[in-house]
């Protein structure tokens, strides 16, 4: 990697804060402040500012003010983006992705709001909404990975000769995501459901009459397990196939963060889901996701094309001279 430019920097720190937006966001849906604004927006309770506001509607406005400055952010990186590099440059398509997926961010959020698909909303709706909203922001965590590691030296990717490797990561990143959606739907039957016991939890997650939001709290585990070792195989796997630095640093990143991840998700079960372990739950799976990227950027970098070689002089022939007639 070659020394970090601004743009470069300031890629990093965009998706830096996108990650912290992330969180508040989740604090909004675990404290149930999804509804402090009403069903207004962008307005808050049919008001700019607003007055006098409760607890609720404080952390409901803090997370739109936060969502804003990230969609400024991006917005920044884009124009940039355009303005420091040439047409058809790898970085300016990173940076409109990076700007589609931030706006279905903002559009799906919008919804959620004027849908009242917030606070004690159990329905279905709700669920696959959050796991919608849960796939695109990973998407969205991608793309900017992606431009910050393009804007630092990365080369873009290509599936030449690595067919089959790149379905793998493909196999792998839709795995990651089938993580993070189930993991959205337990988070909202913890925040909805909260079991008083451990065992209560587990007897209401086995009760056929129980809602299906309890009941699906126990596919997640075994979701997470499954997938992690496959996490986990794949990053060894790689890590065979190509020996280089910068794969084996990712390697490890990854191959860590699926053991961090099974210890903070069974803490996370035995603690009966306090809101701090959920943000470092959620905290510990974006850094595994964009540890993925990374892995994925790492292995299917395309490769430079050498340089032709100068012709050589053959050793002990003399060069051919003109005779004079």
């Not at 209560?200 to 397990?225: C, M, Q």
């Amino acid at each position: 990697m070659q020394s970090l430019n601004r743009f470069a920097k300031y890629a990093w720190a965009v998706l830096a804060y996108n990650v912290l937006v992330i969180l508040w966001g989740a604090f909004v849906r675990a404290t149930g402040s999804g509804a402090g604004c009403g069903a207004h927006w962008p307005m808050c309770n049919g008001e700019v500012i607003p007055r006098s506001p409760q607890m609720n509607t404080l952390i409901e406005f803090s997370h739109r003010l936060s969502s804003g400055l990230a969609l400024l952010l991006v917005a920044g990186l884009l124009v940039w983006a355009f303005r420091a590099y040439p047409p058809r440059h790898i970085i300016r398509r990173g940076a409109v992705y990076s700007a589609v997926f931030i706006l279905l961010e903002a559009v799906i959020g919008a919804g959620l709001v004027l849908l009242e698909l917030v606070a004690h909303n159990a329905s279905v709706t709700r669920a696959v909404s959050i796991s919608l909203h849960l796939v695109n922001t990973f998407l969205l965590l991608a793309a900017l990975t992606w431009t910050a590691w393009w804007a630092s030296g990365g080369r873009p990717l290509s599936l030449t000769g690595r067919r089959p490797l790149g379905l793998m990561l493909l196999v792998g990143m839709l795995g990651a995501m089938a993580i993070g959606a189930s993991g959205g739907i337990v988070a909202l039957g913890d925040t909805l459901f909260p079991p008083e016991t451990l065992a209560a939890g587990l007897s209401r997650d086995l009760d056929p009459t129980a809602h299906f939001l309890e009941r699906l709290r126990i596919y997640h585990p075994i979701i997470a397990v499954l997938v992690g070792a496959g996490l986990f195989l794949l990053a060894t796997y790689i890590q065979r196939q190509i020996p280089s630095l910068d794969v084996q640093r990712a390697v490890l990143a990854v191959r860590g963060l699926v053991i961090v991840q099974w210890v903070a998700g069974a803490a996370n079960v035995a603690l009966l889901a306090p809101v701090w372990m959920q943000l470092l739950h959620l905290l510990l799976a974006d850094l595994l996701w964009i540890a993925l990227v990374l892995l994925a950027a790492f292995a299917l970098a395309a490769q430079p094309v050498p340089e032709p070689l100068a012709p050589r002089r053959a050793i002990g022939v003399a060069p051919n001279r003109v005779r004079s007639s």
